[in-house]
């Protein structure tokens, strides 16, 4: 992508995926976003395109978006073949149109993972993130009755560790940006937050053996080290949380 | 309609012990024979479906984003309070309750607050046995921060992503209630009506997202956790389906709205840019720990941030409030920053913000420690202004963010209806006209970790009354009414768009209902409103079709609730004829322009009952009683 030159408005050619349902067959359509501020998000682009769409009297093109401030994980899409588009540690909501430059053509389309159907135009079922945290990705401890919470110290390094694992959004880029459309990075982080903390360790042998389980089970694909989900991560999750997990699993494969 | 707060009796720091054994229980073996469905997934509904699940209840529990894990709670960034006292500041439970009461400007319960107070040690312990991974002391102790409205340091932390972690937190123990069969889960499923038979709640009408269609869903009672009403101003912090829908469908069945005119204008918000915009970006509060607040001396001053000298920067809240200094409660900050903004001394092309300046810190404390407590902060207003604010200055401006505002309920949290309940940002009960930082984490937590779980059983356990089909009479008319309006919505086919008409609305109560009002103002926004509710109906235009996957058609049914609701909270404001906490009728200020409240006429919750469309609602008024705090003028100096 080239940087942006000194204008402030510029105008694209959007070629967009649609799709009106899972069983239907997509395609790419084209459509003008013209005048687009460069102060604009990626998202309130396409509200403008769709603003347009709606008056036309068409249907306008779906996608999942909520916060709009890079947490929620809802939005997400490859643009231009790049999950959430050029920028690196960006979601689409948090990537500006300052990045594009006048007469670019942007081509926007779903995640691509066999995991992840594709519900309309740009929204997926991404529901097989949540089945591989209903496999195991919790500590097993019911409301009331939990200790003091400085009754278990933690050290501050592997605190930070487990938070930087911990900051996962589960949006998919991860397993949309790999060849293999592997979650091992979504799972891996998972994985190493409660393998890094004190209170995930009772139960991390079973932890580990079930949500790798699930997560083959739901066809994602294996891990080839290419190294695409970390590059892709808006939150910059790192793939020694992958290694980590491989560790984990073969700890409790071994031990069981 | 005589409203029962249910506080009980004894002295203040006994009540909930006491009314948690006055409180019916209900058998463990039976408790699988009731169903309960809770609306929404945030910290409070998560919380909620989780320990009602592991109690043994059935539970059944919705959501409208496709995952359970993006509620809104998500995006809280800077903390949690509790009043740990693990600092030995002097800190107690009574502190806590003592900040939250006067902080809310003493316009809430003060046993409910005191209630919150106490349980709020058990969250943070609570979250800790989950593995939430809070900031931690070399020592490993946890850490914690100050946050405005405190002279101690009590909010616990994650980065700047607590809400985020505390809501992966109860996400987890939900799902591993899920995966034990006991939550039924529901996503991309829109709340559109409350079933009400026999006067109590017994089910719901939801839109499933997908495909379009209505569903009904029954239970033996109704927990509504799905948040605050911000985006009525169409400009918010809140996420973009953050609604008003639920609340107003359940107050059009009888359920009373308290305080709607209370509405948190948050002071450090990423200012406005263009009409484009969709939403606004919340910096959180605990940068006001280290960044100084300031704007230049002489007004109209066009100046580079760096090229204006020391001493021609007027650091307003440190001068004006030497106490606390940049730390003052959310809606002082908010009204400083607009009035700065008001006499033309406002930064950056808009004019409209004020500068908040890390110089100092990072010179005291070195980039390193600034970037380990805001990293995230600093890159999330980096990528959206293009400014390095380890640099230059940030610049932030005041936004709607949260409402103090919601449905009525009485100290068991349940609403004017029997079996509904209400938690969390949805509920009015424990922030009173203003709410402190990190408290909003704390309440929801509290709701659903701690109190639903007590007071739901005593209503279960008392309530006696048959199951209930879901092809009752009242589940048909329902879901006739809620397709009528779909249908209605669909088939204007006008010429504005949705969000066209949002924006014109969020327009209006941001000019007249927003940080500051006048009687004027209010009237002449109570026509617009109605005004442009009426054109909506006849001129709207909503794309797509109604048994498909439709944000259109979805924003359409909030934005015509927002339309009603929007009266409503004007409507409420003009009755307040005094200034508390986020709500400031310019007619009721002290001399240095802070809010004047009027004890003697306003000391009460607001609770409006709805009489049909064409009638003005009705007003209740729940006296607030104060008898272990003094009603003072809340001073920051």
């Known amino acids: 992508m080239k940087q942006a030159s000194g204008e402030k408005c510029i105008n694209l050619k959007l070629k967009v995926w649609r799709q009106k349902a899972e069983e239907s067959n997509g395609r790419l359509e084209s459509f003008k976003a013209e005048n687009i501020s460069k102060d604009m998000s990626f998202l309130e682009m396409l509200d403008v395109v769709n603003e347009e769409i709606i008056l036309s009297g068409k249907d306008p093109i779906a996608l999942d978006h909520d916060c709009r401030e890079g947490i929620c994980g809802s939005c997400g899409a490859m643009v231009n073949g790049r999950a959430h588009g050029p920028e690196k540690g960006t979601t689409l909501c948090q990537l500006h149109m300052r990045h594009f430059s006048n007469g670019d053509t942007v081509v926007i389309e779903p995640w691509r993972s066999r995991a992840f159907k594709v519900v309309k135009d740009l929204v997926v079922d991404r529901s097989a993130f949540d089945k591989i945290i209903q496999a195991g990705g919790y500590i097993s401890v019911n409301t009331g009755g939990a200790p003091d919470g400085n009754a278990i110290p933690v050290p501050q390094e592997v605190a930070e560790k487990a938070m930087d694992a911990a900051e996962c959004i589960g949006c998919g880029a991860c397993a949309a940006a790999c060849p293999n459309a592997s979650a091992m990075l979504f799972t891996g982080a998972k994985i190493s937050q409660f393998a890094l903390l004190p209170q995930g360790h009772p139960e991390a042998k079973k932890r580990a053996l079930a949500m790798v389980g699930e997560m083959d089970k739901q066809g994602f694909g294996n891990c080839t080290n290419e190294k695409e989900c970390e590059a892709e991560c808006p939150k910059g999750i790192s793939i020694i949380n992958i290694a980590r997990m491989n560790r984990e699993f073969l700890k409790s494969s071994i031990l069981s | ?637």
């Open chain 2, 1 to 637: 309609m005589k409203l029962d707060s249910k506080i009980p009796d004894g002295p203040l720091s006994e009540k909930w012990d006491r009314h948690r054994f006055e409180l019916g229980l209900v058998n463990p073996a039976n408790k699988k024979k009731f169903e309960i469905i809770v609306v929404g997934t945030g910290l409070a509904g998560a919380s909620a479906s989780a320990t009602l699940a592991e109690l043994g209840y059935e539970v059944k529990t919705f959501c409208i984003q496709d995952s359970p894990r993006r509620a809104h709670s998500i995006a809280a960034q800077g903390g949690i309070n509790a009043a740990k006292n693990y600092q030995n500041d002097g800190d107690s439970i009574w502190r806590l309750f003592y900040d939250t009461i006067k902080g809310g400007d003493f316009r809430s319960r003060e046993a409910n607050v005191y209630r919150l107070a106490q349980v709020s040690n058990g969250i943070i312990d609570q979250c800790v046995a989950q593995g939430v991974p809070f900031a931690r002391e070399f020592g490993g102790q946890l850490a914690n921060r100050s946050f405005g409205g405190a002279q101690v340091s009590r909010t616990f932390y994650a980065r700047g992503q607590t809400g985020q972690q505390l809501l992966l937190g109860a996400y987890g123990a939900l799902s591993r209630q899920i995966a034990a069969e006991k939550v039924r889960l529901f996503t991309r499923r829109d709340m559109l009506d409350l079933v009400v038979i026999d006067g109590k709640a017994r089910g719901i009408i939801v839109r499933n997202l997908v495909s379009g269609k209505l569903e009904k869903h029954s239970a033996d009672a109704v927990v509504l956790a799905t948040g605050g009403y911000g985006n009525a101003f169409y400009l918010s912090t809140n996420a973009m389906a953050s609604n008003v829908s639920a609340a107003f469908a359940s107050y059009k069945k009888g359920a009373l709205f308290a305080n709607p005119c209370l509405t948190q204008i948050h002071p450090t918000c990423i200012p406005v840019k263009g009409t484009y915009q969709s939403k606004l970006t919340l910096m959180s509060e605990s940068l006001r720990n280290d960044g100084r607040v300031w704007v230049p001396k002489i007004p109209e001053d066009k100046r580079l941030p760096a090229q204006i000298p020391e001493s021609e920067r007027d650091y307003y809240l440190e001068e004006k409030y030497p106490g606390f200094g940049n730390l003052v409660p959310r809606d002082v900050a908010s009204r400083n920053a607009k009035h700065q903004c008001d006499i033309g001394k406002g930064v950056g092309d808009t004019q409209l913000a004020v500068y908040l300046d890390f110089k100092d810190a990072i010179k005291r404390d070195g980039h390193d420690a600034i970037t380990r407590k805001y990293g995230n902060l600093f890159e999330m207003y980096e990528k959206i202004m293009a400014q390095d604010p380890y640099e230059t200055p940030m610049m932030i401006y005041p936004a709607v963010h949260y409402t103090m505002g919601g449905l009525w309920v009485d100290y068991n949290l349940m609403s004017t209806i029997p079996g509904l309940f209400v938690l969390g940002e949805a509920n009015f009960s424990d922030h009173g006209s203003n709410r402190l930082g990190a408290s909003a984490l704390m309440q929801g937590l509290a709701d659903g970790y701690f109190i639903i779980p007590y007071t739901i059983g005593s209503y279960l356990a008392e309530a006696s009354h048959d199951k209930v089909d879901e092809d009752h009479k009242e589940f048909n008319t329902s879901y006739n009414e809620v397709e009528a309006r779909i249908e209605k919505l669909i088939s204007i086919k006008g010429k504005r768009t949705v969000d066209n008409f949002h924006r014109e609305l969020g327009n209006i109560l941001w000019e007249y209902c927003g940080m500051s009002r006048n009687n004027n103002g209010l009237k002449k926004a109570k026509k617009l409103i109605k005004d442009l509710r009426a054109e909506y109906w006849e001129n709207v235009l909503v794309g797509g079709s109604e048994y498909d996957f439709n944000q259109s058609l979805e924003r359409a049914w909030r934005v015509a609730d927002f339309l009603q609701f929007g009266e409503l909270m004007v409507t409420d404001a003009l009755e307040r004829q005094e200034s508390c906490g986020g709500h400031f009728n310019e007619n009721y200020q002290t001399d240095e322009n802070e809010a004047l409240r009027d004890d003697k006429l306003f000391c009460h919750v607001s609770a409006w009952e709805y009489r049909g469309n064409s009638r003005k609602p009705k007003l209740h008024k729940e006296p607030l009683k104060f008898e272990n705090v003094e009603l003072t003028q809340r001073s920051y100096k």
